[in-house]
């Protein structure tokens, strides 16, 4: 709870991913990867409950083993290639109402820790937003990008500002979503059905914690990383 307000966290972990086959309960350097999560969520000072959402027996029970709530079985119509992200989250609400406030956290973040839930948490709060997400400095700026037609001309892929930066110390400051941590008001966020909007604020987190496993390559990055901290 913060502020008078109470918090739950969704965790969603369904059975059929592609990129990586049962990565979230693959054994990432010691624990199953929702594990990661479920130990920095539980960490929280913030967070009144923690569930998983999941249509998959075996994600279920593994999340059961962690201490994590699993209080309804998620349909599977919510567990498709195709499903919206935000519709699992909206199906969580449904069945546990009464909530100020929600947090996703997906566990393709597991190097993110209690701290970063917290500022995003914080951050919503002290600023007065309807929602927070983490974010991360881009590697790529977007002043430096370009989309190529037909021919091969390469055209600027954002309207530039006047003048040109020929250093990168001069560009201005650009973030990415790095999908660690997603957090709103409830009705706000049940109205828009997006964390994302002109109102949302972010927090940065460092590169090092802002790896999103969609790969073989990502998982063995986390692997070294946790096998080292």
């Known amino acids: 709870m913060i502020a008078d307000l109470s918090v739950l966290a969704i965790v969603p972990a369904r059975g059929g991913s592609k990129g990586v086959p049962r990565k979230n309960i693959r054994p990432l350097a010691g624990m199953p990867l929702i594990g990661w999560t479920i130990r920095a969520a539980r960490a929280s000072r913030y967070i009144d409950r923690l569930v998983l959402s999941s249509e998959d027996e075996e994600i279920i029970r593994v999340g059961r083993e962690l201490g994590c709530d699993v209080p309804f079985c998620r349909p599977r119509e919510l567990a498709q290639d195709d499903t919206p992200g935000i519709d699992p989250v909206l199906h969580a609400i449904g069945c546990l109402p009464g909530y100020d406030i929600v947090v996703l956290l997906q566990p393709t973040s597991p190097l993110r820790v209690a701290a970063d839930i917290d500022a995003c948490v914080e951050r919503m709060i002290d600023s007065d937003a309807p929602a927070c997400v983490s974010v991360r400095e881009v590697a790529d700026h977007p002043f430096w990008c370009y989309e190529p037609d037909d021919a091969g001309k390469l055209r600027s892929f954002v309207t530039l500002p006047e003048g040109s930066f020929s250093r990168r110390q001069d560009l201005p400051r650009a973030v990415t979503t790095n999908g660690a941590v997603y957090v709103a ?45």
């Open 185 to 229: 008001r409830t009705q706000w966020l049940v109205c828009r059905r997006d964390f994302m909007s002109e109102q949302t604020v972010g927090v940065t987190m460092p590169v090092g914690r802002s790896l999103d496993i969609d790969t073989e390559a990502d998982f063995a990055t986390a692997q070294s990383h946790l096998e080292h901290v």
